[in-house]
């Protein structure tokens, strides 16, 4: 792990890390769940609702 902040110490570094990897996976999930690609709708209005769902589930189930 690397930084260019010269006043963090090892522990301060790996907490950012670990923040960052728990945004990382989030981000995962919610793409997974989501899964526009397959979606057979495809106008932003009909989107919506299935991401908004995903993304309260996915807030819950963490």
């Given at each position: 792990m690397i930084s260019n902040?010269?006043?963090l110490d090892k522990q301060?570094?790996?907490a950012i890390?670990?923040?960052q990897w728990?945004?990382?996976?989030?981000?995962?999930?919610?793409?997974?769940?989501?899964?526009?690609v397959e979606s057979p709708v495809k106008t932003k209005k009909t989107?919506?609702?299935?991401?908004?769902?995903s993304?309260?589930?996915t807030v819950k189930l963490e």
């Open positions: 902040d010269v006043k301060s570094i790996e890390y670990q923040k728990q945004i990382e996976v989030f981000h995962k999930n919610i793409k997974l769940s989501i899964a526009l989107q919506s609702h299935p991401i908004f769902m993304l309260l589930a």
